[in-house]
């Protein structure tokens, strides 16, 4: 029986210090990534996007965040609202939540 | 560029009948799944446990609920708790809130 099981809470020791975007690491196995992004009022720098060559499934928790598409849509995201972005689907984040930490869940898979 | 992102909310459409436990994809592509469960008061019948092939990682997001492993220690999990379970990693639910729906979000990845 293999049981080390690992527990957490997505809402626990969020940093203090948000300066800078932070991403930390829930689970990274073989390619999978789970992670936890806290964003206060960061957004990607402005002429720059996100081309990831893995899959991302993101899901804002608490607060809130824009993403925009290259093809110009923009998605308000409230907590509970998620989004799968394909591999090399550029984006960026264009707003988040400048008064308060939104915490972000991401979940990286390889193509 | 590929842009075929996709979006949805968590909170959305929980199923209405929940005589049985609900388990719902948002995500299943090449042995990852990101899945939504929705329970109302149901555990796992009472001589069987979860043994299963794959890592989970799972996340109370509404709701409240117990899981139970075969080392005998129960964690009661609220919005936030999450709990990464190794595959063969053998665990039942042991309790869920019979008095609303329990949102749980799971991702499951290959070992």
Not at 3 to 11: D, E, I, K, Q, T
Not at 25 to 36: H, K, L, S
Not at 63 to 77: H, I, T
Not at 92 to 102: A, G, H, I, K, Y
Request: hydrophobic share 35%.
């Amino acid at each position: 029986m293999e049981s080390n099981y690992r527990a957490g809470n997505l809402f626990a020791d969020v940093p203090t210090d948000l300066s800078n975007e932070t991403f930390e690491d829930i689970v990274r196995y073989q390619g999978v990534v789970i992670e936890r992004i806290t964003s206060l009022g960061h957004r990607t720098s402005e002429d720059s996007w996100y081309d990831q060559p893995q899959h991302e499934w993101v899901m804002v928790v608490q607060g809130s965040a824009r993403l925009l598409f290259a093809d110009g849509v923009e998605l308000a995201l409230q907590p509970g609202d998620y989004v799968n972005i394909p591999a090399h689907c550029k984006h960026r984040v264009s707003w988040t939540d400048p008064d308060q930490p939104t915490l972000w869940l991401a979940v990286h898979y390889p193509r």
